[in-house]
């Protein structure tokens, strides 16, 4: 039975997203173990990649699954405040309005530093509130997206230790390949050793070194450092790891329908021959994308039921001709397992041409998220 929702306090409709804390635990323990003696970033950003931030938060920091916790922006690190989290929080995001400095300062988050700017933004705010600052310095190595190159990197390093204001406590680097492409991991990797050697020669000492996602902190263990930040296999969708959500809801309509009848916008399923149709109450309004639209398969009666025409905005029709109890009330599975079957976010992010990452992450606000142990 459902222990907690996060949101919406009376649950009529039946789609929920279940997350599973005993799988997530579990995946945190192995990263922790994996990860060893280096320390444990749990990446909540994007509300845990749709699995709910703050829950998850509190499961890592009550059971010290993780040192901390990485989030994209300032409002996220204000929310897991807000929500009584003491654990050290990371915005790898790069802050802009310069504002932000003084709120991130203020709730005590650890703040990303890409740019001079940056740094001269962070020494005033922190000068302003009278209070010190912690900030990691983000180093660019091939990502291309934020990040101060190695001259930059150590001029950083120098005003911001200089200023008395500011207390540089890490470095780090994002990989961007390292999934698919160990040899320009490698180059990255090997940036990131230089210019810490060049902090080093500068007189930095006990910085927390960090450069590891999820792949990378499985599969080399060069990048694991002082620190890696995880992600994905957290939440299970990385080989090895067990699967935390599950996307479930019940059969609202069920009807018999003649050969040559056709279902959804723009007759876009005719039936071939005469078939039992069942409604359920999800769309792409609740995240499971349109590009399912005769694609995708619902788990109904243990059977595997291909979706039927274009997913609408609320509903999908589904093919139960083969399922013998298919009637309204049974639990229809979108993504997760019923019986032997099981629907992966893999096997609907091939279908849609994405990632796992995506599947879970654009599961909208209007799913309810049901924690489970
Ligand atoms: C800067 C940074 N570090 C770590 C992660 C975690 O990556 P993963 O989910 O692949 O473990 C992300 C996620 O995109 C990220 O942007």
């Known amino acids: 039975m459902?222990?907690?929702?996060?949101?919406?306090?009376?649950?009529?409709?039946?789609?929920?997203?279940?997350?599973?804390?005993?799988?997530?635990?579990?995946?945190?323990?192995?990263?922790?173990?994996?990860a060893a003696p280096a320390r444990l970033l749990f990446v909540v950003k994007a509300n845990a990649y749709g699995h709910g931030a703050t829950w998850l938060a509190r499961l890592a920091e009550r059971e010290k699954l993780a040192w901390g916790f990485g989030v994209s922006s300032v409002e996220e690190g204000l929310a897991l405040r807000a929500s009584g989290?003491?654990?050290?929080?990371?915005?790898?995001?790069?802050?802009?309005?310069?504002e932000s400095f003084v709120e991130a300062i203020n709730s005590d988050l650890i703040v990303t530093i890409a740019s001079l700017d940056a740094a001269g933004q962070v020494i005033e705010a922190a000068r302003k509130l009278g209070k010190?600052?912690?900030?990691?310095?983000?180093?660019?190595?091939?990502?291309?997206?934020?990040?101060?190159?190695?001259p930059a990197v150590l001029k950083i390093y120098d005003e911001?230790?200089?200023?008395?204001?500011?207390?540089?406590?890490?470095?780090?680097?994002?990989l961007s390949s390292a999934d698919t492409d160990a040899e320009y991991t490698a180059a990255q990797l090997s940036i990131f050793s230089e210019t810490a050697a060049g902090l080093e020669a500068r007189g930095a000492r006990g910085l927390i070194l960090h450069a590891a996602n999820s792949c990378a902190a499985v599969n080399f263990p060069d990048s694991r450092m002082g620190m890696v930040r995880c992600g994905i296999a957290a939440y299970g969708l990385a080989e090895g790891f067990?699967?935390?959500?599950?996307?479930?809801t019940s059969v609202v309509f069920v009807k018999n329908v003649r050969e040559g009848a056709y279902v959804s916008y723009n007759k876009s399923f005719r039936a071939g021959r005469p078939m039992k149709i069942a409604t359920i109450p999800a769309?792409?309004?609740?995240?499971?994308?349109?590009?399912?639209?005769?694609?995708?398969?619902?788990?109904?009666g243990g059977l595997r039921c291909r979706v039927l025409g274009n997913v609408t905005m609320d509903m999908t029709m589904v093919d139960v001709t083969a399922v013998k109890d298919a009637a309204v009330g049974a639990e229809a599975v979108l993504l997760g397992r019923q019986g032997s079957e099981e629907i992966t976010a893999g096997e609907l992010a091939d279908i849609a041409e994405t990632i796992n990452y995506e599947i879970v992450t654009l599961v909208s606000a209007r799913v309810p998220r049901v924690c489970i142990e």
């Not at 911001?160 to 994002?174: E, P, Q």
């Not at 067990?242 to 479930?248: F, H, L, Q, T």
């Not at 769309?283 to 109904?300: C, E, M, P, Q, T």
């Open 2 to 34: 459902p222990a907690d929702t996060e949101s919406a306090p009376r649950i009529l409709r039946p789609t929920r997203a279940e997350i599973r804390l005993s799988a997530v635990r579990e995946n945190l323990k192995k990263l922790g173990k994996a």
């Open 85 to 98: 989290l003491k654990s050290p929080v990371l915005v790898l995001g790069s802050l802009y309005p310069f």
């Open 132 to 150: 010190q600052a912690v900030c990691h310095i983000k180093l660019e190595t091939g990502m291309g997206r934020i990040g101060a190159r190695k």
């Open 160 to 174: 911001l230790s200089a200023s008395g204001a500011v207390s540089v406590a890490g470095m780090y680097t994002h």
């Open 242 to 248: 067990e699967p935390a959500m599950s996307i479930k």
């Open 283 to 300: 769309g792409y309004g609740d995240g499971y994308l349109r590009r399912f639209s005769n694609k995708a398969d619902v788990l109904i």
